[in-house]
């Protein structure tokens, strides 16, 4: 489960004309995006259709923050886009004016637009963030320094400076800045990065500075910079224009940082989910001086998550939020809070008093089954194509080792666009993928496309959010994890991104090992393939039946599914 999910152009055009759209960065090749708090929020989506050339202006028009990374592309055109840029931004101004009063609008533009809560008035405390427990006791020191820093300045200690939070998307680290100002019942400064940095050059900077003059009129209090990486990018490798008015701030905010001490009281804390594209000089010593992970929840977090967030949901007696756990591997803290809520959702439009275990199944699926994407409409010879595809992955998935267990296969068209789709629960959490697990994963994928070769014997576009995922597996398996036979342990590609999907550079190689590289994905992808038809073919009888029985009840599960799938056999040749 990634809490990066893939959205439409056209969807994400409608969620910014509906005002749903938090923030906006338009990289060269897609568009990353999260949404306000009240339509799912921290949730963080990719758009890689071709971008609009207008994006820009329709931002503007709608209000949204944005950053466009398309204009330091160090060239004429880059020039003239940023040129386009300005103009734009001057019709915005103009009508941000009229709303925010005339000319006092403009003036205050220098100003932070910090959110200021007053006295621990956000609201959060430690017992409201579960399963980061080694997060919250690194950051119960900071609050100590808070409450009683006298102790720390009578002995002589210097108190840490900065803090920073780092981890995937969704894991609490907003949220674990305002536990901190909670708990310490102190003001709690917050911005977020990208609303340092607009169009205008110095704007950024004189923001800086006034957060930092606030802040020290209000010690001891916290300044929180959220998405820290949007000022923090590393400075001097970008070619020309465009980036000198995010330098700037990022200089500023390193000048405040050496100007002050802890000991007055004042503690930054900053958070960001790429942690490796920051300006090394934000590190020194002085500056943000310590790390704290903030990581995806394991087992029992993930219950201690739930929990907390179904506090205030009336459950059922049979809820098991263990269970529940148990099959949210993966799953962020952000993820797991949506959850309890389709849930509840749910058993609300069943004008029911309670949540029951049913719900969060049905949510969990609804989260899962998102992920496959296929059209619509279904006219009958397109439902048996889906039937047989999804047996298809169940069968082989079957056979395959690994702890992801085949537990729930549907043709039950979801609301997201899957057609149909295979279930497979993990059994743990797992952190490493051996080898042959791998080769087994990308064979399962497989196997829907196989199905339908085999009994059609033609194939149809369905398969390719799985042929995607297949050949990505694949090329990460020769790329990073050193798995192809003739390469070897090197690294041709290094993921950019720690906590983030994709994003990956590969490093400067010759011509025969990029053709090399090449070949052998295509050789892991068509034995892989060849197993999965290989299976299919071996358990064509079985292929046959449980496409029937699956046509009837739409769905196949629990101990009659798992009784199928004891019966797959490993063709022979193969074992
Ligand atoms: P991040 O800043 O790491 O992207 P957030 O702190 O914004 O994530 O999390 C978004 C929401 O998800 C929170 O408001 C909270 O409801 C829920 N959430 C995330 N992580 C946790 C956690 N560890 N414990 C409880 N709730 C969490
Ligand atoms: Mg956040
Ligand atoms: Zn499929």
Redesign the pocket.
């Known amino acids: 489960m990634q809490t990066i999910s893939q959205a439409a152009y056209s969807e994400f055009l409608q969620q910014v004309t509906s005002q749903q759209v938090a923030q906006v960065t338009i990289k060269p090749d897609r568009i990353e995006y999260s949404l306000k708090s009240e339509f799912g ?2 949730r963080y989506y990719t758009v890689s259709d071709r971008i609009q050339p207008n994006l820009a202006n329709l931002l503007r028009s709608n209000a949204i923050a944005f950053i466009d990374e398309r204009v330091s592309a160090g060239s004429v055109l880059g020039l003239l886009l940023s040129m386009g840029a300005m103009a734009g931004a001057l019709v915005w101004l103009a009508k941000f004016s009229e709303a925010g009063g005339g000319i006092s609008g403009l003036m205050g533009i220098g100003k932070s637009k910090a959110k200021v809560y007053s006295q621990g008035k956000t609201g959060m405390k430690f017992s ?5 427990d080694e997060a919250k006791q690194e950051l119960q020191e900071v609050v100590d320094f808070l409450k009683n820093g006298e102790k720390y300045r009578k002995i002589g200690a210097k108190i840490p400076k900065g803090v920073l939070l780092v ?1 995937p ?8 800045a305002k536990a901190v100002a909670g708990e310490a019942g102190v003001p709690f400064l917050s911005m977020s990065g990208s609303e340092f940095v607009e169009l205008y050059v110095g704007v950024g900077a004189s923001r800086v500075r006034d957060l930092f003059q606030q802040a020290k009129r209000q010690a001891p209090c916290i300044i929180f910079i ?1 998405e820290l990486d949007a000022i923090g990018k590393s400075r001097g490798n970008s070619n020309f224009g465009g980036n000198d008015e995010r330098e700037q701030t990022l200089n500023q905010l390193l000048t405040e940082m050496d100007g002050f001490d802890g000991n007055e009281g004042v503690i930054l804390l900053a ?1 960001t ?1 790429r942690p490796e594209i920051l300006d090394p000089a934000l590190r020194r010593p002085g500056r943000f001086d310590r790390q704290v992970l ?1 990581d995806r ?1 394991d087992k029992i977090g993930r219950e201690a ?1 739930l929990k ?2 179904s506090r205030s949901v009336r459950l059922g007696e049979d809820v098991d939020l263990s269970a529940i756990a148990v099959q949210t591997a993966g799953f ?3 993820d797991l ?1 949506n959850l309890v809520n389709e849930a509840a959702l749910m058993a609300a439009r069943q004008n029911r008093p309670s949540v029951l275990m049913a719900d969060f199944k049905e949510a969990i699926e609804r989260v899962i089954a998102g992920l496959e994407k296929r059209s619509r409409v279904l006219s009958p010879l397109e439902r048996q194509t889906v039937a047989y595809h999804e047996v298809g992955h169940a069968l082989v998935g079957a056979l395959m080792p690994g702890s992801s267990k085949v537990s729930k296969i549907s043709i039950v068209p979801r609301g997201l666009g899957a057609l149909g789709y295979t279930l497979q629960t993990p059994e743990e959490d797992r952190f490493l993928m051996l080898e042959d697990e791998l080769r087994g994963r990308v064979t399962t994928l497989l196997g829907g496309r196989a199905a339908e070769e085999i009994v059609f014997g033609q194939v149809s576009s369905g398969a390719s959010d799985d042929i995607q995922k297949a050949t990505a597996l694949a090329e990460r398996a020769v790329t990073q994890y050193g798995m192809g036979e003739t390469l070897g342990p090197i690294a041709f590609e290094t993921q950019q991104a720690q906590f983030l999907e994709g994003g990956s550079t590969r490093r400067a190689i010759s011509a025969e090992v990029a053709s090399e590289i090449d070949r052998l994905i295509k050789q892991m992808i068509d034995r892989a393939y060849d197993y999965a038809v290989a299976i299919l073919r071996h358990n064509r009888t079985l292929l046959e039946s449980t496409t029937q029985i699956l046509l009837e009840t739409e769905v196949l599960e629990g101990e009659q599914l798992q009784a199928i799938l004891k019966q797959v056999q490993a063709p022979e040749s193969l074992v």
Not at 169 to 176: A, H, I, V
């Open positions: 929020g921290q409201d963030v579960a399963g980061v981890g998307p969704g894991t609490g680290k907003t949220l674990l959220d958070a989910n903030v929840p998550i907390v967030h962020s803290g952000a809070a």
